[in-house]
Nanobody
Framework: QVSLVESGGALVQPGASLRLSCVVSGSIFQIYSMGWYRQAPGKQRELVATITGGGSTSYSEAVKGRFTISRDNARNIVYLLMNDLKDEDTAVYYC????????WGRGTQVTVSL
């Protein structure tokens, strides 16, 4: 059974940076495209960043230029570096593979507020 454990969320002020981590266990991690998703209160979960097994990346328009997704295939970890955080980035952040997602983890809360 695959386990996803996200961490690194915090309460920060606008303009701050955070790095989220997601440890994936129980699967052949490196063959899958992975994504970071977020869900704000009252909204649907949305995909914000994707990284293929080979390291190609893509981003939603909302985060392009501010967020960077990366992965460490040897350690089964996906990262999300978030710079210049804005109030609208407040959400619970999750990682998962892009197609046929595994069971979701608990996520990690990011709150951007003065």
């Amino acid at each position: 059974q695959v386990s996803l454990v996200e961490s690194g969320g915090a309460l920060v002020q606008p303009g701050a940076s955070l790095r989220l981590s997601c440890v994936v266990s129980g699967s052949i991690f490196q063959i899958y495209s992975m994504g970071w998703y977020r869900q704000a209160p009252g909204k649907q979960r949305e995909l914000v960043a994707t990284i293929t097994g080979g390291g190609s990346t893509s981003y939603s328009e909302a985060v392009k230029g501010r967020f960077t997704i990366s992965r460490d295939n040897a350690r089964n970890i996906v990262y999300l570096l978030m710079n210049d955080l804005k109030d609208e980035d407040t959400a619970v952040y999750y990682c998962n593979k892009n197609t046929g997602p595994w069971a979701w983890g608990r996520g990690t809360q990011v709150t951007v507020s003065l």
